[in-house]
């Protein structure tokens, strides 16, 4: 079973991003996925996360509680949840958007500058996208395949295309990133 | 009957319960939704209001809560599958034309997505506090059918059930989900239509003047009428005879009121479903319903391998309540287990079916997120002891 | 006996002219002697004859009050609901069978005292339907309380010394909010009165009839007003016909003038208009209008 928060600020796509996460998983790669979400009263600016449990049997406790990995894209979010995370865990930031604390934490750390990718792209709104497309590469519990699939079926068609670009980008920093490493 | 297929979605989905609920209605045929925007129950009319014009019926968004349910019980008079949906205030503000509809003996399916209370309470957290509500939260005495799902693929299913329910019934039936079912987004699997079996609500086959609209049948079920028909029936809140003229007075009141409370009790073998698992030797039982009953399983598995015999007794419906089983039961083990998001209201139920024959042990939780299944595990652990 | 007398003295056939409206085998109705719903109830009778609507399209709602228990003397589908809610269980109706013919008849406490929130919305959204509003001063069913059209000074049970919240302007309410009809007539008006039902009858969209009516056992009594004949005859003296006046100036004031006549006759697309026209704008072919159950 593997427990996933990806958080940010409301606007920024986040339940979207779970939402693409949990349906690959569940639809196209044949396990079970379960999401939820929470967020304040504040429709945009606040704290605001959604989480996926992955599993190969049903998921029967539909909440994380010690997460695996956590994707933060906001320095609120990061601040909020960072101490959750399981020892040994995997962290994905936006780079220009969480500052690490002093603190080393104990998990494998993978920055992207999803934000700034977007905006090159010519729309930040699809930042979260370009966050799956390197939570895809670099975390592989979801397919490549699985994942685009998602996306097709989870934004409107005149934005596939973007979405899809949006993702290979993400996707593609990933790899590099994992070879640099390796 | 089978569905329409125009207005199945069928394929396989990553909905939410509030969405899938909404597929249901329009699976089940549902034709007018009446409803009023509350947390969390929203999601459900909002889907349905982007689907109906292309699969045909009338959406309103109402003033309030009484209007809705008002709404309700007129549009189920046309002959509608009528559906409203909200949440614990809005659930309140309806309690009178559920009331209404109860006398009128109108079908028709309310859909409570629960959270926190009382009052405003958490309008974005879970609840299961609304059990004893839906049974008898409106004045004077009569029956109901209420269902509780634990996942949006089975929020589908029931909301359909509550629908062949309410037909059948002529009463309202309710779909007791909550905000974790509500706001959890899984798979959902909407089959074929031809694979989902609708019940036609009976009409009367005799002319207007031999026509008595609350005359029952063997069921104590009357036939209906659709206004328009021709059959210039009168239908009022007032206690009424099988002509449905008011008559005030007791012997009037008896015959009504008992038949609307019959009807249901005396039909409740054929209403009452549950999940029944490994109860043959159990010693205890845990008894649970909604996301409670999901939430169980984990605790009923570590019990397990710890060597406790631990049976499950899961309501799918759970009103009318399932006394016989809990009855059966309750003389062979040593206690139920009942988690609920709530201090206390279908463990009563628990208590009362079991007689004293065994102990009915509460793990209450007072709502705003799900039990940790460690509780239930503890729970189980003091009642074997 | 003469064959030829017998013959002359043979009764005319003991039938009700309203039989083919009313539920007589529910007479005798409730109402006190002198109680203006009666009257109401006649004029509405005349109206639906005379507006050839097919009674098995004619459908009749009412609250709770004694103007809640017309319902359950009309021979049509009529539906005696609960305390305010008429209108929003008509709009039920009318959206679940969009080809019947709605009427809400109810009272002034009802319709604008617990009701008031479904009134105006219904309005606002022109939902196909008349509302014939008795206003009788009062909640006259529970015993003569204060209610939302009770004129400013009057004795009530609930305003012993005198009523000092101001009431309801009932026409101008309804203007207001979108009606595109709007009458107000006295229970004297028995033709007239007929007639503004026929002609709201064949109108499409949220119309509004205020019928002022004599509460003779309650109302008349506690303020001293004489019995229900001293108040015809007050109507006689002091209704004043102004079709067409200005919804502002249609207050009542205690025992004051009351202009009566249509006010408002308009055209608007009603609920059911709008949400198929922009539907259809909306999706074309793909708009699958609804029509009623048999569609």
């Known amino acids: 079973m593997i427990e996933i928060r990806i958080s940010g600020f409301g606007g920024q796509g986040i339940i979207r991003c779970g939402l693409i996460i949990g349906k690959a998983a569940s639809l196209y790669d ?8 929470s967020f304040g009263p504040e429709a945009r600016g606040s704290a605001c996360s959604a989480q996926v449990v992955i599993d190969e ?8 509680t010690v997460p695996n990995i956590l994707v933060a894209m906001s320095q609120e979010a990061y601040s909020k949840f960072s101490s959750n995370l399981k020892e040994g865990g995997t962290l994905l930031i936006d780079t220009d958007l969480v500052k690490l604390d002093q603190k080393k934490d104990k998990v494998k750390l993978y920055a992207i500058p999803a934000t700034r990718i977007a905006e090159e792209m010519g729309n930040k709104i699809i930042a979260n996208i370009v966050m799956l497309g390197f939570f895809t590469a670099v975390t592989k519990i979801i397919s490549k395949d699985a994942a685009r699939d998602s996306i097709s079926g989870s934004v409107p ?12 980008r993400g996707y593609e920093y990933g790899e590099n990133l994992l070879g640099e490493n390796a | 009957m089978k569905a329409d297929p125009k207005r199945v979605l069928t394929g396989a989905h990553y909905l939410d319960g509030d969405h899938a609920c909404s597929e249901g209605a329009l699976a ?17 009319v909002e889907r349905i209001s982007e689907r109906i014009p292309t699969v045909g019926g009338i959406f309103i968004q109402m003033e309030d809560e009484l209007a809705s349910m008002a709404a309700v019980v007129g549009a189920s008079w046309t002959g509608a599958k009528p559906l409203t949906v ?7 503000l309806m309690m009178e034309n559920i009331g209404l509809a109860c006398m009128l003996e109108t079908p028709c399916v309310i859909i409570n997505v629960q959270r926190g209370g009382p009052s405003t309470g958490l309008p974005t957290l879970t609840g299961q506090a609304d059990m004893m509500q839906v049974r008898w939260g409106s004045h004077g005495d009569y029956e109901i059918i209420a269902l509780s799902p634990n996942s949006p693929q089975e929020c589908f299913w029931y909301t359909i059930k509550a629908f062949n329910l309410a037909e059948r019934y002529r009463v309202p039936a309710f779909v007791m989900t909550d905000e974790c079912v509500g706001h959890m987004t899984e798979k959902v699997i909407i089959p074929e239509a031809d694979e989902i079996e609708l019940y036609t609500r009976r009409y009367t086959k005799l002319p207007p003047e031999e026509y008595l609209p609350f005359k029952p049948g063997p069921d104590l079920v009357p036939e209906m009428v659709r206004a328009g028909d021709g059959y210039k029936i009168h239908a009022t809140g007032l206690t009424h005879d099988e002509k449905g003229y008011p008559v005030m007075n007791w012997e009037v009141q008896e ?3 008992r038949r609307l409370v019959d009807k249901i009790r005396k039909n409740a073998d054929d209403i009452i479903e549950f999940e029944e698992e490994a109860t043959d030797d159990a010693e205890v039982v845990v008894l649970s319903y909604g996301i409670s009953s999901r939430v169980a399983i984990p605790a009923i598995q570590k019990a397990r391998k710890e060597g406790i015999k631990v049976g499950v007794l899961r309501l799918v419906v759970v009103w009318p309540f399932p006394e016989k089983k809990v009855l059966e039961l309750s003389k062979k083990i040593k206690a139920f287990v009942v988690p609920e998001i709530n201090y206390g209201q279908i463990v009563l139920e628990v208590e009362r079916a079991a007689r004293g024959n065994c102990n009915a042990v509460l793990v209450p939780h007072g709502g705003g997120w799900v039990h940790n299944p460690e509780d239930i595990y503890k729970a189980i652990k003091e009642a074997v002891r | 006996m003469n064959e030829t007398l017998t013959k002359e003295l043979k009764l005319p056939e003991e039938k009700h002219p309203m039989e083919n409206i009313l539920r007589m085998d529910r007479i005798p109705h409730i109402w006190c002697s002198t109680c203006g719903i009666g009257i109401a109830v006649t004029s509405f009778a005349i109206a639906l004859e005379k507006a050839k609507i097919p009674l098995d399209q004619v459908c009749v709602v009412s609250g709770i009050g004694c103007s809640g228990r017309v319902a359950g003397y009309v021979k049509l589908d009529s539906f005696h609901s609960t305390h305010g809610r008429a209108i929003p269980f008509a709009t039920g109706l009318k959206l679940g069978n969009p080809k019947l013919k709605t009427i809400v008849f109810s009272g002034d406490g009802d319709l604008f005292g617990i009701g008031g929130n479904h009134f105006i919305h219904s309005a606002r959204r022109n939902m196909d339907m008349l509302v014939l509003c008795i206003n009788n001063f009062i909640y006259a069913m529970t015993g003569g309380q204060c209610a939302a059209t009770t004129p400013l000074t009057a004795n009530t049970s609930t305003s012993p010394y005198g009523n000092y919240e101001y009431p309801f302007n009932l026409p101008h309410l309804a203007d207001s909010c979108g009606a595109v009809y709007v009458a107000r007539w006295t229970a004297l008006h028995v033709r007239r009165l007929a007639n503004s039902i026929t002609e709201a009858l064949n109108k499409r969209g949220f119309s509004f009839i205020e019928i002022i009516c004599p509460c003779s056992t309650i109302y008349a009594r506690r303020n001293r007003l004489g019995s229900g004949l001293d108040i015809m005859k007050f109507y006689h003296d002091n209704s004043v016909i102004k079709h067409g006046a200005n919804t502002k100036d249609l207050d009542i004031g205690y025992q004051s003038k009351i202009i009566v006549g249509k006010f408002v006759d308009r055209e608007r697309p009603t609920f059911l208009d709008c949400l198929n026209d922009w539907n259809r704008k909306k999706f074309g072919d793909k708009f699958r209008e609804y029509g009623g159950p048999d569609d």
């Open chain 1, 30 to 37: 044949g396990k079970s996925a379960t999401l939820t979400q």
């Open chain 1, 57 to 64: 049997e049903r998921v029967l406790y539909p909440y994380i």
């Open chain 1, 157 to 168: 068609e005149r934005f596939v295309e973007l979405n899809i670009k949006a993702f290979d």
């Open chain 2, 28 to 44: 089940a045929g549902c034709t007018f939704i009446a409803g009023y925007p509350i947390t969390p129950s929203t999601e459900v």
């Open chain 2, 86 to 92: 909200t949440s614990g205030p809005g659930f309140s």
């Open chain 2, 255 to 257: 015959k009504l009121v």
